[in-house]
């Protein structure tokens, strides 16, 4: 071999590192790209998770709170009923009494027959307005299915949020793990990423929609 054909050998040798070395940029730059691109979608499904949970946040504490004003206002309800049942017992055994004044028995009549209605409206009060709405009105049995309706509302809402906070477990590790990922030029590690961000995802759908239940 003479000199000519030993320095087009060494030619060759160089042009094809570098073509490697190309190549091997290339494939880098694409799998930054890559990573930036799952990165940025992760951020903007965690933003949106984020403000669903907040909102689920606002939906617990503000049914928690009509629950338990609710069921205070029942209590109350409850209170007054029980009074008017005890009076109108004891009505009832001062007119059991015998030789009771015809005059004193018919004012203790109306009198009890006044704390039964009231009683009575107590216990049963729907809302004119909406007949068929056993949630509207202010007797004990209307109050009684509101407070429900809103525990369980509330209860929906836990749920939600439940699912909110794995949901931005998930992806913020998705995002870190994309991150490292291009600093390694790691394929498992965007893998990895984009499994964590398929999970995200779903349980950031599943906070909107309960799809399956958490825990």
């Known amino acids: 071999m003479d000199v000519n054909e030993v320095a ?20 880098a730059e694409r799998h930054r790209n890559r990573a930036a691109l799952a990165i940025a979608v992760l951020a903007g499904i965690t933003a949106v998770g984020e403000l669903g949970g907040d909102n689920a946040k606002d939906a617990m504490i503000h049914n928690n709170i009509e629950a338990s004003d609710t069921w205070n206002f029942y209590q109350a309800k409850n209170i007054r009923q029980t009074i008017y049942k005890l009076q109108g017992d004891a009505l009832a055994r001062e007119m059991a009494a015998p030789g009771l004044a015809a005059e004193r028995r018919a004012a203790l009549e109306g009198d009890l027959d006044k704390y039964k209605k009231t009683a009575a409206r107590y216990e049963d009060e729907p809302d004119p307005k909406a007949p068929g709405d056993a949630t509207k009105g202010e007797g004990k049995k209307q109050l009684q299915a509101r ?16 699912s909110f906070d794995f949901a931005k477990m998930a992806l913020q590790l998705a995002i870190v793990l994309g991150s490292v990922s291009i600093l390694a030029t790691s394929r498992p590690l965007l893998l990895a990423a984009g499994v964590l961000g398929v999970i995200g995802t779903v349980l950031t759908l599943n906070g909107f929609f309960l799809l399956f239940p958490i825990g």
């Open 8 to 27: 087009d050998t060494i030619k060759e040798a160089v042009e094809a590192e570098h073509q490697a070395d190309r190549a091997e940029e290339k494939r």
């Open 147 to 162: 407070a429900k309706a809103f525990q369980e509302a509330r209860e929906v809402a836990e749920k939600k949020n439940d």
